[in-house]
């Protein structure tokens, strides 16, 4: 799960798509990152965290990482919160892993290409992250038990 700083979007997706995968008995490794080390070992957004436990998801002991060359070989999906960030991973990843790289909305919006909005710098939208964010996990974590990818 990737976004820019790694402390809004994608520590709420890593924590949501473990809660998803715990639920469909999946034994898979889920991990979250930034394409920028800006907050590197920072706790996620305290509005992030609080809008998660909302949802009884505990964010809390994730820390912030930029993208490193190996979670390409050590991910079998690699899913971008935005364009951006979408873009900068193809950039990052030699071409043989591009296949893994994914627009998360995509699992639930189809060929739609959406971002996750970013709430970063306005007071509002968490709710809406966490929402767009859950409802892609769940088909996720749906694909995977069904071995759809």
Do not use: W
Request: glycine share 6%; aromatic share 8%.
């Amino acid at each position: 799960m990737v976004c820019l700083g790694n402390i809004c979007r994608s520590p709420v997706a890593e924590g949501v798509m473990k809660h998803h995968a715990q639920k469909q008995k999946l034994e898979i490794k889920v991990a979250s990152a930034g394409t920028s080390g800006f907050h590197e070992g920072e706790r996620p957004d305290k509005r992030s965290t609080s809008n998660a436990m909302l949802h009884g998801i505990d964010i809390t002991n994730q820390r912030s990482r930029p993208v490193r060359k190996d979670d390409f070989e050590n991910f079998d999906l690699v899913f971008a919160m935005d364009h951006s960030n979408y873009e900068n991973l193809l950039a990052l990843a030699d071409a043989q892993y591009h296949h893994k790289i994914k627009m998360i909305l995509n699992e639930s919006h189809p060929g739609e290409n959406l971002p996750v909005p970013d709430p970063y710098f306005g007071n509002d939208g968490f709710e809406e992250v966490f929402q767009l964010i859950n409802g892609a996990c769940e088909i996720i974590a749906q694909k995977l038990k069904n071995n759809e990818y």
